[in-house]
Structures are given as C-alpha cells and as structure tokens.
C-alpha cells in the first residue's frame, strides 16, 4: 500500500518505507500469461514444428520455453480471448491429421487446429506453470463445457476420461482454472449477451460445473471493473464464483505522460470492483467462512491497436515509455495485493508481447525488463510506504483519472518483503526531462542496497531483434545520503532486512519523520 502527499515543485521529494507494516500478501499468480489463438502467438510462438529451434518430439519452441521459465510464469490462459467464442475444443485433440481446418471469426484467419487442449497443457507441464481454461460461451453449450472438464480432470471409467486415455493421457490434468467466457458483454463478440442473459446462463452453467467437479475455480467474465455490466453479474453470481475478470488495456498514442499514468484508471478499478464484490457478499449474503472472492486482471498491457491491428497479428514494438507504463501498470497489483488474485499479460508471445520470436531465435522489447524485475524481486507482501512528491498535473487517458481525483505523482512506488527477508522497492520516475535527488527514509540500518535500473537515452527508444537499447543495467548504493531517481526510469532498490520492532516503534528501527 502505498500513501502520496503532493509538496511543491522545488522541494526535495522524500520516500518513508516502513517494512514492519505488512499490509498483503502479493499472489504469485499475478505474474500470469495469456496465451490466444491469435498471430504468431501459438503457430511461431509458442509451437514450431520443424523449426531447429523446437523439441523434435513436441514442436514447443524450447527458446520461448526457456525465457518464460526465467519469470516463473505461475498460471497461463487459454485458448482465449475473443477466439473462444467459436472454438470447439473437441476440433483440436486425437490424431492432428483428423483434425478439422475451421474459419477463424474474430481475427478472420484460418484455424488448423494442430495445437490443442492436450498440447497446450502438455506444454504448460514443461513450463512449470498451471493452465487456466477459458469457456466457449458464445457458440459452445453447457454438455460441450461439461464434457471439456471431464476429459481434462476425469478419474473415471466415463467416456470422456476414456478419451483423454485413448489419447495418450492416463493422468487426469486437474485444471483448476476455468473462465466462465470471455468479453461476451462487447459488440465484437460473436453471440454478445445481454448482462441479465449472461448472468442467468453463468449460473446454471456454475451448478451444473461444480456438482461435476467441486474442485474447480470458476472465474466471472466482468467488464473494465467499473460498469454496470460488473455490478450486476457480480450480485447475481457471486455464490458460485472464485474471481470476477476484468480487462483494460492502456495507451495514449505517442504521449508520454497520458501513457505513463494510464494505468491509474485501472487501479481505481480494481477498487472499484472490490467494493462491488463486498456490495455483493453483503446483499447475497454470503457468509464470513466462505473465501472473499478476488479480482482476475486476466488481459492487461500497453496496446494500441493502431499501431498493433489484431487482424494483422497485433505485433507491437514497444517504447521505453511502454516499459515504464508496463512498470506502473505491476506497481499497481503490488500496491492492491489484497484484492487481486490472478492477472494475465496479454500476450505471452508475439502479440503485443514482451517477448517476439523470429526464425534464427527470440529477442525482448522493452517491457520484458519491467517485468523480469517484477517476477523475481517482487514478492511476498506488499509494505507500507509514503511519497512526498510533485505531481504531473496534465491531460490523462482516459479523461476520467482527473475526474475523480487519481493521484499521479512524478514518482510512482510499490513495495514488498518477500520469504527470504529481502525488501524491494520499485521506483518509476516518470518525468521526461528531470531527475530527482530523494531521501528515502527507513533504511537507518542498511549498509547495501542492489540496485536494478532500466531507462534509455528518450522515451521513444526501442528494442529490436539484435538491438538492445533498453534493459536492467545493474549497481549498488551504500544508503547514505539521498538517491537519485533518473529521468524517465525505472528503479529497483533491493536489500536485506535488518532486525526491527513489530510496528515499527522503535526510533533506530524505523525513520517517517518528515524533513
């Protein structure tokens, strides 16, 4: 949690972490994937038979494998977003030379099917991370969906565990993610729905689901997080659901500081849609043993669908301002730990995605180093810190972030301890052209802080294959005297915690005496 006080321009800005204050957990699974049939993000991203660079056996591509090992991706979503609402994951199992081609509706390509359920959860062993499966309900049925928890997660002598058998798997997978459909409230979906229709489908769906197998997490399909579409399928599905979705995607054609701060909208909806889901829990009157349900932030990033068209395989290359976007976007899911549960990048691969493939190899744009920071460092739980800091004080994207009085200081912060006593703190200085010589109190005690910086020469650079402008450029600081927060830059701050009173009441323990 992190608390902001705006002080005028000239005036030293001042950073007070109290790593006593142990405010959330942070949920591993917010370092999450998303994974579409979409562009290169599974044909050439994830699955290349042929290619030198993929298992001769799987046709995984062990170089994207490897990478995304790197962040210890914990969960990945398949097989969509908007593709969902037209596949028939019985088209993609059993032998690939039966497999149906079918048209492709919501990117208008061709969908051969040669990579499929089996495949993708196969693939997801490899990589160590758990799978998160999304229902078709546009052109799907409840049987299609029963029938698909069944042959993934069946321990039986039923038909459809049969046929998982017959194909090879005798080891039920044990999905435990599963999205109740994706986006179906948007005018682009093939068979969009009403938000009473929806809700009235989900939860016959949920009873029929969870009598199958009561072992599965059910997650809302929800709107932005602040609409009424959110409102009302939370009051009428909470009993059956673990996590309500939502999806926001940010940009401000080329602007840097509307780019940079965009994010704030969706920390406001992450608020937003925790108060509707305690709304809901009150009127449905769920009880205090039930688990409170979370937020699954399952689509997030910088993407301008000007620059990166999904019809024409959404490959972006991204600006350090993306990164820092990218930055502030993860300092926002540290900084409300306690409400969400899960969240996915959209993409993993290819797709408007930190990571691009090509034939000779992979190579990373300049958000993947926001995000390689953030999935090793930043865990644990999230810990108190106050900002005294200017503010930037000019037009937003969206509008509304003014509107309603978000915060958008020069410097955005988050923080965590993580198991091992390790403190982080992560530092976006999103001013254009000015640096920033900062106390940072609370760190009395410490003799060594690693250092982890990402920035470029302007906010306009980028990465490309072969070129490698930005990335983490590594140091130390002794802690003593003030730190300096470079212009547009991303800053990392790591060190030991040292013995310190519960609270933080003790003077030589803990410093918030303002200068």
Request: net charge negative.
């Amino acid at each position: 949690m992190t608390t902001f006080t705006k002080i005028p321009e000239d005036q030293t800005p001042c950073i007070s972490i109290d790593v006593s204050r142990r405010v959330a957990k942070i949920n591993r699974n917010i370092y999450g994937g998303f994974t579409e049939h979409i562009g290169r993000c599974i044909y050439g991203g994830l699955y290349e038979p042929g290619s030198t660079l993929s298992d001769k056996k799987t046709g995984f591509r062990k170089d994207v494998l490897a990478a995304l090992k790197e962040l210890k991706v914990p969960v990945v979503r398949y097989p969509g977003g908007n593709f969902v609402a037209t596949y028939h994951w019985m088209d993609g199992i059993g032998p690939r030379e039966k497999r149906p081609t079918r048209p492709e509706l919501a990117w208008r390509d061709t969908e051969t099917n040669q990579f499929g359920t089996d495949e993708f959860l196969q693939w997801c062993e490899v990589l160590g991370t758990e799978p998160y499966l999304c229902f078709n309900m546009g052109t799907g049925t409840l049987d299609e969906a029963l029938a698909w928890v069944e042959y993934c997660n069946g321990s039986g002598e039923t038909h459809y565990a049969n046929l998982r058998r017959k194909h090879g798997r005798e080891k039920p997978y044990n999905v435990k993610y599963w999205g109740l459909g994706n986006e179906v409230w948007g005018g682009w979906q093939i068979e969009q729905m009403s938000k009473e229709v929806y809700a009235t489908k989900t939860v016959q769906w949920a009873k029929a689901l969870k009598k199958l197998d009561g072992s599965i997490e059910l997650i809302l399909c929800g709107n932005s997080g602040h609409t009424d579409w959110d409102h009302h399928v939370l009051m009428e599905c909470i009993p059956w659901i673990s996590m309500h979705s939502i999806h926001i995607y940010t940009s401000a054609n080329h602007r840097h500081l509307p780019n940079v701060t965009a994010p704030r909208s969706a920390e406001r909806a992450i608020q937003i849609t925790s108060g509707l889901i305690d709304l809901a829990r009150i009127e449905r009157g769920i009880p205090p043993w039930v688990p409170r349900q979370t937020i699954c932030f399952d689509e997030w990033n910088v993407w301008d669908s000007g620059r990166a068209n999904p019809e024409r395989g959404a490959e972006e290359q991204y600006t350090l301002s993306d990164a820092l976007a990218v930055g502030a976007w993860l300092n926002i899911f540290i900084r409300q730990a306690k409400d969400v549960g899960m969240a996915c990048i959209a993409q993993s691969v290819n797709v408007i995605s930190p990571l691009m493939t090509t034939k000779k190899g992979i190579w990373k744009q300049t958000t993947w180093w926001p995000l390689l920071l953030f999935c090793k460092y930043m865990r644990g739980e999230t810990v108190g810190v106050h900002v005294w800091s200017g503010c930037y004080e000019g037009e937003t994207e969206p509008w509304w972030i003014r509107s309603i009085s978000c915060e958008t200081p020069w410097l955005d912060v988050s923080a965590c301890v993580d198991e091992d006593g390790w403190a982080g703190m992560v530092v976006i200085n999103i001013h254009p052209e000015k640096s920033f010589k900062t106390d940072i109190k609370g760190l009395k005690k410490v003799r060594e802080v690693k250092v982890f910086t990402v920035t470029g020469s302007d906010v306009e650079v980028r990465n490309g294959d072969g070129v490698e402008n930005v990335k983490v450029k590594e140091s130390c600081w002794d802690a003593e005297g003030k730190f300096t927060f470079g212009k547009h830059s991303l800053t990392l701050l790591r060190w030991k915690v040292v013995d310190f009173g519960i609270g933080g009441d003790r003077e030589e323990d803990q410093e918030w005496e303002r200068i």
